[in-house]
């Protein structure tokens, strides 16, 4: 099969009007501020890295020869366009392709831009280019960007911050910028929230092992459990043990600059692949106004329980004193490993000196060892922790009181198969993205070579085995149960589960075993916010023990039902982004009014040959 260079455009009208119009959910139109191109160049390299002053080196990949990778900044309304080049270089005939997801994002009209491979594109290989080119349509918060093949997001991975206007957008200022002026330009805007100044703090694992060895191993018949991170970066960085710091230029750990008397919105991004994470800044509180985009009612917590693909908006009000606070994380619903980690930032206060003369000059210093202030953790494994306390800022959205057009229920079982490789299945089917696709998805239907779904003729648990997908009709409210399982005597692990093209509520969640007719109207958490990651948490249902008969069949243990407005045409994945479990077939594929996709808005076919 030939295979050239595909150029993603939209349509070329959308470049030079003034206003674009874009149907969501509701019957309503909503108008957008066209804004501005955003263009941004990602160029993806082979390198030796050491971000935590081990003795370890390896080689890994990165964006523009940095981690975390640049962020995007953008307003919405903008239209963000990202030029992708696999510069990686082919070993012994060995060659790596790459994708990039907008994760959050939910690419209203361009679906093809979300960066899935064998779903909506192919892979990217070496020597290859890939423009990815959407609008940010009625979205703004906190994002960020990751890779979507094996366990590349380790090192691939990035911020994508979306203000609500260019007035909202802050000064390009550093804190060396910031601490010389007599206060912030202007107050900062969320909404109604008002702040000073923010900072991004990115949650990553740093493994000293290669990620291809790591890929091989989980995939292969040898396989147990998933290797444990051996650092924890914050920035992309931290010691791995401050008593023996392996290199000479150790940068130390990450530093915040903060000034006295000043509000703060933190930005907190869970850019981690396996651990879910408690955050925790020493002495400070923290007041919740932003989760996955969306605002929410102000919630002050001690401590932020973080999953894979979490983001949390955070305002933290700085002291009158200066000193140096510890940002601290541990694991959370880790079974038997210990909590504890070496993921550890500094909150560093600086202040000019009310009688100092002449030009200020402020030099960063190196700190190698933990400030004495520490944060002490209290909530570790908190079922549920604050979801039924949340509340979205301008009210629960109508749909979630609507009733639902139907109920998926989404059972996940770890098995090992005959030739050894262990695999999760979902209603007994592995997710192998290459293996089921020799195509993207997006590309069969869109030649016309794939048949549509027949929606008036659905299989009982939602998914068509022909297609390998899980066919939606237009606007349909769809309930989605997914329901963890574990084999007795073994742990009940959790499972943060995204939804790609959608945010969706959270509406209830319990123990054990999911049953429609006892717990369809369970509505546990009353003000249900929009998210797109939910943790699904372990919940062992005792009784359920006394009525299993076969210690080879998997057991119910601990469901969540999220629901979702079918409002955004498109193949969209929903998988679990513990990426370990995802590559183990954690996945599955939502066909979503695979008829009201048109090619002519998305891809050029002309410069594609099969």
């Known amino acids: 099969m030939a295979r050239k260079l595909i150029v993603v455009q939209l349509l070329f009208f959308l470049l030079n009007v003034t206003q674009a119009v874009v149907k969501v959910y509701v019957d309503e139109e909503y108008t957008v501020d066209q804004g501005v191109v955003r263009y941004y160049e990602f160029n993806i390299t082979e390198e030796h890295i050491n971000p935590d002053c081990s003795d370890s080196s390896p080689n890994v ?38 994708a990039v997801h907008f994760h959050g994002i939910r690419q209203y009209g361009s679906n093809h831009a979300d960066g899935v491979p064998f779903i909506t594109q192919l892979p990217i290989h070496p020597g290859e280019e890939y423009v990815q080119e959407f609008r940010v349509v009625n979205q703004a918060g906190t994002y960020f960007y990751h890779a979507h093949i094996g366990l590349q997001e380790e090192t691939i991975f990035g911020p994508f911050i979306i203000y609500e206007s260019k007035d909202t957008r802050p000064e390009n200022l550093t804190p060396e910028e910031e601490v010389t002026m007599e206060g912030p330009p202007r107050k900062l805007i969320a909404g109604p929230f008002q702040y000073d100044y923010e900072r991004t703090v990115v949650l990553s694992e740093w493994w000293h092992k290669t990620r291809l060895g790591m890929e091989n191993w989980i995939m292969g018949p040898n396989f147990t459990s998933i290797p444990e991170a051996e650092s924890i970066l914050i920035n992309g960085r931290t010691l791995f043990n401050p008593k023996e ?19 703060y919105r933190l930005r907190v991004i869970g850019a981690t692949a396996f651990r879910t994470l408690l955050f925790g800044i020493a002495n400070h509180r923290m007041t919740i106004i932003e989760v996955d ?52 930032a500094v909150l560093h206060y600086h202040t000019r000196s009310p009688d100092s003369d002449g030009p200020f000059v402020l030099r960063k210093p190196v700190i190698l060892e933990s400030p004495p202030q520490r944060v002490r953790f209290k909530g570790i494994d908190k079922p549920n922790w604050i979801w039924s306390d949340l509340e979205p800022y301008y009210g629960v959205d109508p749909v979630v009181n609507r009733p639902a057009s139907r109920t998926i229920k989404l059972r996940t079982v770890e098995a090992r198969r005959e030739n050894g490789l262990s695999r999760f299945y979902v ?22 070579r794939r048949r549509l779904p027949n929606v008036f003729s659905r299989y009982p648990t939602g998914f068509d085995p022909q297609l390998g997908t ?32 959608h945010s969706h ?12 007719e006892r717990d369809g109207d369970i509505r546990s958490i009353p003000n249900p916010i929009q998210k797109d990651v939910t943790l699904i948490y372990p919940g062992i249902d005792k009784m359920l023990y ?44 939502l066909e979503e009014a695979p008829e009201l996709i048109t090619n002519n808005s998305f891809i050029d076919f002309q410069s594609y040959q099969f």
Not at 79 to 94: A, D, E, M
């Open 546 to 589: 006394v009525e299993q008969t076969d210690d080879n069949e998997a057991v119910g243990c601990g469901w969540s039902k999220i629901r979702i407005i079918a409002d955004n045409p498109g193949i969209w994945a929903v998988h679990c982004h513990n990426t370990f479990h995802m590559l183990l077939g954690m996945m599955v594929v």
């Open 427 to 448: 209603n007994g089917v592995a997710f192998m993205e290459q293996s089921n696709n020799q195509t993207p998805i997006l590309f069969d239907l869109l030649s016309k």
């Open 61 to 98: 990949l990165l964006i523009n020869g940095q981690m975390p990778g640049p962020a995007i900044i953008a307003d919405q309304g903008d239209i963000v366009r990202v030029l992708i080049r696999n510069q990686i270089k082919t070993k012994k005939g060995k060659s790596q392709a790459v």
């Open 245 to 263: 710091i392996s290199v000479p230029q150790c940068e130390g750990y990450e530093i915040l600059s903060v000034q006295p008397n000043k509000v």
């Open 293 to 344: 985009g969306e605002l929410v009612k102000p919630y002050t917590v001690s401590e932020l329980e973080v999953t894979p693909g979490q983001r949390f908006s955070v305002l933290i009000y700085t002291e009158e004193d200066p000193d140096n606070y510890a940002i601290e994380v541990v694991r959370n619903w880790s079974e038997d490993v210990p909590n504890k980690t070496n993921g550890l």
């Open 470 to 501: 899980y066919p939606l009709a237009h606007y349909e409210i769809i309930d989605i149960i997914i329901q963890s399982t574990h084999y007795p005597g073994e742990p009940c692990r959790s499972h943060p589960w995204h939804t790609h093209g």
């Open 505 to 516: 509520w959270e509406i209830a969640n319990g123990i054990g075993e999911y049953d429609e």
